[in-house]
């Protein structure tokens, strides 16, 4: 089985480089799924991808540049004439962050407008679930807590996708990637110890705790992109699509 990742949005919260906000998509044989949909995802999916070609969405943590895009995204797709239903799923707050998203961008739209499609909202938690036809769960890692950080783990046939999210080094960081053939992680810094991002400095140190056979580094934020000649990790731009 192969699987195809694209980096839909390789950017972090500040859009550095200009990049898109986090989206990656996930795609195989009877899958395809979006890990995070974030705000500026909508522009940068229909350059990639037709939009109505998403299956689900799995969302990793409660922070704009991670989720913000749902709103627009279901908005598109309403008016594109959408029937078949989206999954969305996520962090346990994630329903009442939506309709409160939704109710602050485009209150006369979500509270008077029946969606020509379904959409299935779900909590992810430590135990697989089916969505957009892979086995996706979530685990706790270390970011900023009021976001309910989690890494994702996609499971396609026999492999396996790893996603951080946002997140520190910890040892749970090293259980999201544990077994992948891709582990997709947060680069946001070179080598600044942020409170809430890990660096690559920091990942390259803890790398042969990382039991995984691949690493793309996404999140890039400017102090990393201005070193990016440094990188001896793959790392993802706009647009990168990589097969696993
Ligand atoms: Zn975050």
Same mark, same amino acid.
């Given at each position: 089985m192969t699987v195809r990742v694209t980096f839909i949005g390789s950017g972090n919260a500040f859009a550095d480089g200009g990049r898109s906000h986090a989206c990656i998509h996930v795609s195989a044989p009877g899958v395809s799924l979006l890990l995070d949909c974030g705000g500026s995802a909508l522009p940068a999916i229909k350059r990639e991808i037709d939009p109505e070609a998403i299956d689900a @969405?799995?969302?990793?943590?409660?922070?704009?540049?991670? +989720?913000?895009?749902?709103?627009?995204?279901? &908005? =598109?797709?309403? $008016?594109?004439?959408?029937?078949?239903?989206? %999954? &969305?799923?996520?962090?346990?707050?994630?329903?009442?962050?939506?309709?409160?998203? =939704? !109710?602050?961008?485009?209150?006369? $739209? $979500?509270?008077?407008?029946?969606? %020509? +499609?379904?959409? =299935?909202?779900?909590?992810?938690? %430590?135990?697989?679930?089916e969505l957009g036809g892979a086995l996706v769960s979530a685990l706790p890692v270390k970011h900023v807590a009021e976001s309910d950080p989690h890494g994702l783990r996609v499971r396609v046939g026999d492999k396996l996708v790893a996603y951080s999210g946002d997140? @520190?080094? !910890?040892? #749970?960081?090293?259980?999201? %990637?544990?077994?992948?053939? &891709? $582990? &997709?992680?947060?680069? !946001? +810094? +070179?080598?600044?110890?942020?409170?809430?991002?890990? !660096?690559?400095?920091?990942?390259?140190?803890?790398?042969? =705790?990382? #039991?995984?056979?691949?690493?793309?580094?996404t999140h890039l934020g400017a102090e990393t992109l201005a070193r990016i000649g440094e990188l001896e990790l793959e790392h993802a731009v706009d647009g990168t699509t990589v097969e696993v």
């Open positions: @969405i799995a969302i990793s943590h409660l922070h704009g540049d991670h +989720f913000g895009g749902i709103p627009y995204l279901v &908005i =598109e797709q309403h $008016f594109a004439g959408r029937t078949a239903p989206l %999954a &969305i799923a996520g962090p346990r707050a994630l329903v009442q962050r939506l309709r409160a998203a =939704e !109710s602050a961008l485009y209150p006369d $739209f $979500f509270r008077k407008t029946k969606l %020509a +499609f379904r959409v =299935e909202e779900t909590v992810l938690g %430590a135990n697989e679930v997140a @520190i080094w !910890s040892e #749970e960081l090293a259980r999201v %990637a544990h077994g992948a053939d &891709i $582990f &997709i992680c947060d680069a !946001s +810094f +070179f080598d600044t110890d942020d409170p809430s991002h890990i !660096s690559y400095r920091t990942l390259m140190s803890h790398r042969a =705790e990382l #039991e995984c056979k691949r690493i793309v580094l």
